[in-house]
């Protein structure tokens, strides 16, 4: 792990430097950060070009305004790459509580090891602009049943029993319910939405926790849970106003906000259309939208389901052979066909070929056994991450569940598709 502050990391590159090509994107990315808060995200970086590997790989960050350099504060852990490698970088930011900006300005490039000890640095760079957020964090004792369980269960997961297994899959919806903010906004427990992480390598173990819930009087919000051996910290934001007609924002001004778009509000008697042009939302009537659709100025916006709300079955199974051993691959499909299945531990991928005949998905229950997905330094450890779904060569968005022995993803498919390939960290025998 390497930690430093906010500056450009010296690097010894001589005249004549050496770079390399590819591409970064940023998961799990925050829209703020909150000072004296550690807050994760990854780099998701495809190496193209350049060295045959590279080692120590790792992000280049500048902060901006020079001001702020010292108060923030990184810790990142490099990784290492083959050309055509998709890789994780872990980044951990931390604002000192003291920083007097309400922005920050990250400019990141990437430097690398190449063969006999050559330096390399990327062709191309990235920036993030985060806000900044002050005293919006709180935190109050865990219970001391809670507290008592927590150091009791410090293991890997799948050595878990029963019982403590649904200690850790129940704590998160028990703390934020019990917070005063939850509580005064009479939070309904049945719409909440929680996304989380638990790593038990280490005691008490770490978490990454966020959802959303909605109040009594419709207004809709997003918390941050994270807790320690002896407290919880949470923070509690409005996301829009409640959907009373005369409050409601507009569709642009909910969208600009940070409000995906297939869950923008209209007023009472008006449908969400999207713009062919642009895909800004619009907020208009039944007779309105039929004319702006004849004249090919919006569509209306089809919501693809979530997973967790999929009742598809998983009605099929294919067998995946690996050396000598088998796997039974459990799926569904609609719209498309199956042809074949094919595992490959070379690349960490599993590959399906399908006869694409109209536009669906596909749901696949892939075992962590054969293939997986983790920010650890070996591919197999740490969080889950997202694969790297690619239909017909080009990513694309899916949803996912997952559970301790297996992770099911809904893979949209198109008319003519033919195949998907699944891309993790790790595979068999390695994944063992």
Same mark, same amino acid.
């Given at each position: 792990?390497?930690s430093f502050?906010g500056f *450009?990391?010296?690097q /010894?590159?001589? /005249?004549?430097e050496n770079f390399?090509?590819?591409?970064? =994107?940023?998961?799990r990315l ?5 000072p004296?808060?550690?807050?994760e995200?990854?780099i998701?970086?495809?190496?193209? /070009?350049g060295?045959y590997?590279?080692?120590?790989l ?9 001001g702020?350099r010292s108060?923030?504060? !990184?810790?990142v852990?490099?990784?290492s790459a083959?050309?055509n ?13 003291d *920083?007097?900006?309400?922005?920050i !300005?990250?400019?990141i ?9 050559v ?5 191309w760079s990235?920036?993030?602009i985060f806000d900044?957020?002050h005293?919006i964090i709180?935190e109050i004792p865990?219970?001391?049943d809670?507290r008592k369980?927590?150091?009791e269960?410090c293991?890997? $997961? ?7 297994k649904e200690?850790?899959k129940t704590?998160?919806v028990? %703390?934020?319910g019990?917070?005063p903010?939850?509580k ?6 049945g719409? %909440? ?8 390598t ?6 990454r926790?966020?959802?959303?819930? *909605?109040?009594?009087n419709? $207004? &809709?919000?997003k918390?941050?849970?994270?807790y ?5 910290s ?10 009373? &007609? ?14 995906s778009?297939d869950e923008i509000s209209c &007023? ?6 999207t ?8 907020c208009?009537?039944?007779? =309105?939208m039929q &004319? ?6 919006g569509?209306?916006l089809?919501?693809?389901p979530?997973?967790?709300t ?5 009605d099929k ?7 000598d051993?088998t796997f039974?691959?459990r ?7 199956l042809?074949e299945?094919?595992?490959?531990y070379?690349?960490r ?7 694409g005949l109209?536009?669906?998905? $596909?749901?696949?229950e892939i075992p962590r056994?054969?293939i997986?997905?983790r920010n ?12 790297f779904?690619l239909v017909?060569g080009?990513?694309v968005?899916?949803e996912?569940?997952?559970s301790?022995?297996?992770r099911?993803?809904?893979?949209p ?8 390939? *699944?891309?993790?960290?790790v595979?068999y025998?390695y994944?063992?």
């Amino acid at each position: 792990m390497i930690s430093f502050v906010g500056f *450009i990391i010296p690097q /010894a590159f001589s /005249a004549g430097e050496n770079f390399f090509y590819g591409t970064a =994107t940023f998961e799990r990315l925050p829209t703020t950060i909150v000072p004296n808060n550690p807050t994760e995200f990854e780099i998701k970086l495809h190496y193209t /070009a350049g060295s045959y590997a590279l080692e120590n790989l790792s992000p280049v960050i500048e902060v901006s305004p020079e001001g702020a350099r010292s108060k923030v504060h !990184f810790d990142v852990k490099p990784v290492s790459a083959y050309q055509n490698d998709i890789v994780r970088i872990p980044v951990i930011i931390t604002v000192d509580p003291d *920083i007097e900006y309400e922005k920050i !300005f990250l400019s990141i490039s990437y430097t690398g090891v190449g063969f006999r000890d050559v330096p390399f640095k990327s062709s191309w760079s990235d920036s993030i602009i985060f806000d900044i957020k002050h005293n919006i964090i709180k935190e109050i004792p865990l219970p001391a049943d809670v507290r008592k369980t927590m150091h009791e269960t410090c293991s890997h $997961m799948s050595d878990l029993t029963k019982e403590e297994k649904e200690f850790w899959k129940t704590l998160h919806v028990r %703390l934020i319910g019990d917070t005063p903010e939850f509580k005064s906004l009479e939070g309904m427990r049945g719409s %909440l939405n929680i996304t989380s992480g638990i790593s038990a390598t280490s005691c008490p173990p770490i978490t990454r926790t966020e959802g959303t819930f *909605i109040s009594e009087n419709g $207004m &809709k919000h997003k918390f941050h849970l994270g807790y320690n051996g002896n407290n919880f910290s949470y923070q509690i934001d409005t996301i829009f106003p409640p959907q009373y &007609k005369e409050k409601i924002l507009s569709p642009l001004k909910q969208f600009r906000s940070g409000v995906s778009v297939d869950e923008i509000s209209c &007023k009472e008697d008006l449908i969400l259309i999207t713009k062919t042009s642009n895909e800004n939302p619009a907020c208009v009537k039944q007779e =309105t939208m039929q &004319k702006l659709i004849e004249r090919g100025w919006g569509s209306k916006l089809e919501i693809i389901p979530d997973s967790k709300t999929l009742t598809a079955p998983l009605d099929k199974k294919y067998t995946v052979q690996v050396n000598d051993d088998t796997f039974e691959i459990r799926y569904s499909i609609i719209g498309s066909q199956l042809q074949e299945i094919i595992a490959d531990y070379n690349t960490r991928s599993v590959v399906v070929n399908v006869e694409g005949l109209d536009e669906g998905h $596909m749901v696949i229950e892939i075992p962590r056994k054969l293939i997986d997905a983790r920010n650890g330094p070996d591919g197999k450890s740490g969080f889950d991450v997202d694969f790297f779904v690619l239909v017909d060569g080009s990513e694309v968005d899916f949803e996912e569940t997952s559970s301790i022995v297996a992770r099911t993803l809904t893979i949209p498919l198109k008319n003519g598709s033919s195949q998907i390939e *699944i891309i993790g960290t790790v595979g068999y025998p390695y994944s063992q």
